[in-house]
């Protein structure tokens, strides 16, 4: 809606592909068919076989580092998947919109959706972001994503931390054409946070409710609080939701967890989150299911 709002973004058409879901009972529930989709593994799997450079997760698994293996040990096995799955996405569009229009079309629409669900996961510290829960539309090149399970940073808690802000690996950057992350993709990413920063009230607004939310399941559901109102709070939400604000603000996250006081600007806050996103010594301590190789 925010969005929609904004004219810059309206006019490049930022937007986040949603489906319905209608919960039933606690254990099911129905969820949208949204046609046109693949997933992004089968796209690059096909791709690797086609050139044979396969590999299969036992051989994968051969080459992965432990999670407690010193980061030099886990860069070099890093390197080594990364050297022997070379970026090849971009082929998928060739083949996929074969007509010079439609592909420049599906591929600035597919720069534009990435930008939107990157700055917006961040955000909300979305994560488990493998390549089986981003999916392509074969008609218009947009990224839809799927399963928000993983909410909150609750990949921080993961045997093997996330620490990337979103995916954003070699197949994906490869893609955008031979100025990579510049141009399209950076300026959505800017214009997406700038939106989110102006609405920063309302948003809170609206995820406040969470934590006074009984039935879920935060990480410290047992620890709950309560605030001036005497309402019982939920201290991990709470935290959570503070945290979200930072995000809202620019604010760096130090080594120890913490938010500083300091706050960048829209610009500084996507160069950073793309810096961290695309280095090497991050993506090395991805969990090997998760793709940073790919």
């Known amino acids: 809606m925010f969005l929609k709002r904004d004219g810059e973004a309206r006019d490049r058409d930022l937007h986040i592909r949603t489906y319905s879901v209608a919960p039933l009972i606690n254990e099911c529930g129905l969820i949208e068919w949204v046609p046109n989709l693949v997933c992004l593994r089968p796209i690059l799997n096909s791709l690797y076989k086609s050139k044979n450079m396969f590999m299969s997760a036992h051989e994968i698994k051969k080459r992965v580092a432990a999670v407690k293996d010193p980061l030099e040990k886990k860069l070099m096995f890093f390197r080594d998947l990364k050297k022997n799955h070379p970026p090849v996405l971009k082929e998928w569009f ?20 990435l930008a939107v669900m990157s700055i917006v996961g961040f955000i909300l510290g979305l994560g488990d972001r493998h390549t089986e829960n981003i999916l392509l539309d074969n008609k218009l090149g947009e990224i839809i994503h799927v399963d928000f399970n993983c909410l909150f940073n609750k990949g921080e808690l993961f045997d093997y931390k996330e620490v990337v802000p979103f995916r954003l690996t070699h197949n994906l950057v490869d893609t955008m054409g031979p100025t990579g992350v510049e141009g399209p993709f950076v300026r959505c990413c800017e214009i997406t946070n700038r939106v989110m920063r102006a609405h920063m009230q309302l948003l809170i607004s609206v995820l406040t409710p969470f934590v006074y939310d009984p039935l879920l399941s935060w990480k410290g559901a047992k620890d709950a609080v309560k605030d001036m109102n005497g309402e019982v709070v939920n201290s991990e939400g709470k935290t959570n939701i503070l945290n979200i604000e930072c995000r809202l603000k620019g604010s760096v996250k130090k080594k120890d967890g913490k938010y500083d006081d300091m706050h960048l600007s829209v610009e500084g806050q996507v160069r950073s989150l793309i810096h961290e ?3 090497e010594e991050n993506l090395a301590q991805m969990f090997v299911g998760w793709g940073p190789y790919l």
């Open 94 to 113: 060739f083949k996929t919109f074969p007509n010079p229009c439609a592909w420049y079309h599906a591929r600035l629409a597919y720069m534009r959706t």
């Open 277 to 279: 996103a695309m280095a």
